[in-house]
């Protein structure tokens, strides 16, 4: 299993920890009220909602990771999302351990 892999799994069991909130306006949310440890974009996430992210997590000192396209989000959580976040230290420490390993 890949460094890659491992991250998708990653997700999954954030997601079925209860960890992981997705969708735009939640994660917007959790980014706010400083709950998100690393916030997950997809590569092909329209540019508008890639600056706003963005600018969210650089105010609040939130890591961002891209380098999953929407569908490979989606497989890993489940669901059809295009941005998560991760509330649990843990799993934030996890994920960006096996990103930078991976040098994406």
Known sequence: MNER???????G???RAGKLISGEQQV?????????????????LGAATQKKISD???????PLISFMNRIE???SIGQARTVVAIEDQGFAKA???LNIEEGA
């Open 5 to 11: 892999d491992r991250f998708s799994n990653l997700l």
């Open 13 to 15: 069991l954030a997601r």
């Open 28 to 44: 917007l949310q959790s980014i706010r009220s400083q709950r998100a440890k690393v916030v997950v974009a997809s590569t092909d």
């Open 56 to 62: 969210k997590c650089t105010t609040y000192k939130v």
């Open 73 to 75: 989000i989606s497989q």
């Open 95 to 97: 994920l960006l351990k």
